[in-house]
């Protein structure tokens, strides 16, 4: 299944208020930020991989792909009206995709929609 456009975080200010707004769980491979998003609807998530945490662009590309190709098998795990952001670290592209794999979904089981800052 593929990602429809909805599903992505695409503008500064979105990744942004996830960011400032958002909690953060270190995964060792990748940190994952996420927030509950006030309006409803799907999941979105955004993709992140620096240059200094990650190295040249092929490097980053290839973090990247694996990150998305994990969301995108395990979306399901994920509440709706979250967003989230994955950042990848080095040790991303160190570990087995079966690691990682089994990282975002122990993550994933732990996230539990609250209410959004601006509703309490």
Known sequence: MRLRPGQHLRRNADFGAVREQGR???????????RVRPAAGPARVGFV???????DAVHRNRAKR??????????????????LVLTARAALLRL???????????????????????DV
């Open 49 to 55: 991989a620096s240059r200094a945490a990650v190295g």
């Open 66 to 83: 694996r990150l998305r190709e994990i969301y995108r098998k395990h979306q399901n795990l994920v509440p709706p009206s979250l967003d």
């Open 24 to 34: 953060r769980t270190d995964c060792g491979a990748f940190l994952l930020t996420w």
């Open 96 to 118: 087995a995709y079966a690691d990682v794999e089994a990282r975002f979904i122990q993550v994933c089981q732990k996230l539990t929609p609250t209410k959004a800052p601006s």
